[in-house]
């Protein structure tokens, strides 16, 4: 069965350094979303991302987030200068073309710590 | 956005018991997931149930979208059935919103 994959499982930064986080959606699907989860809490929606724009954001998707699709099978989330509480497990997902509401698939998470 | 409230917060159960958690949503969904985080921290996708029933071996998977409400079934739980569950909903085609998950110890 296809999978979101997710590099690297584990990232460790100094705070202000910049952090990219790697995901490869599923190949034919064409929303992606970036969620995180600070320990112990619950899963928090970041940015949904189709067409090469933008479609949503939360309230935590401020300016030192962005998400970018490099190219034909990369998603990625960047984080310009790290604070200690960006520390969480941050998850990409991806759903098939929205004809009708579909699943979202959830890769294995990277678990960025903060230092 | 939509509140998602799950209950029970916590869970223990002998190995072979059945449980029933449950997941109300404050307003309707026509996308709602229900995972199981792992102690590993991988978010496992049971089910996807907007509506209706299913069934996938000792688990299942209700939703009462009249009434905003979705519940999973465990039965004869097993050791490997512990962590976290979620479910999440959304409306809008895109956000996802979890609840804060109900935390499952199945002892031997």
């Known amino acids: 069965e296809p999978e979101v994959t997710q590099t690297p499982s584990h990232q460790v930064t100094q705070m202000g350094q910049e952090v990219i986080l790697r995901c490869v959606p599923i190949?034919?699907?064409?929303?992606f979303y970036w969620y995180r989860q600070i320990l112990g809490q619950k899963v928090e929606f970041l940015v949904s991302f189709y067409n090469n724009e933008i479609s949503e954001k939360s309230e935590i998707f401020d300016d030192q987030f962005s998400v970018e699709r490099p190219d034909g099978s990369n998603f990625t989330l960047k984080i310009r200068s790290t604070k200690l509480e960006d520390s969480a497990m941050y998850f990409c997902?991806?759903?098939?073309?929205?004809?009708?509401?579909?699943?979202?698939?959830f890769g294995d998470g990277t678990r960025l710590s903060i230092l | 956005g939509i509140q998602v409230e799950q209950s029970p917060p916590d869970l223990i159960l002998q190995e072979g018991a059945n449980s029933t958690l449950r997941c109300n949503f404050s307003?309707?969904?026509?996308?709602l997931q229900w995972f199981h985080q792992n102690p590993w921290g991988q978010l496992i996708n049971l089910f996807y149930i907007p509506s209706g029933t299913k069934q996938n071996g000792r688990l299942s998977a209700t939703t009462v979208a009249t009434e905003r409400y979705s519940l999973l079934y465990i039965s004869s739980s097993q050791t490997t059935d512990s962590g976290v569950y979620f479910c999440a909903g959304g409306n809008s085609g895109y956000a996802l919103n979890f609840g804060k998950g109900t935390s499952l110890l199945v002892t031997p």
């Open positions: 307003d309707s969904v026509n996308n």
């Open positions: 997902a991806s759903s098939e073309r929205v004809r009708s509401n579909q699943p979202q698939h």
């Open positions: 190949s034919n699907h064409l929303y």
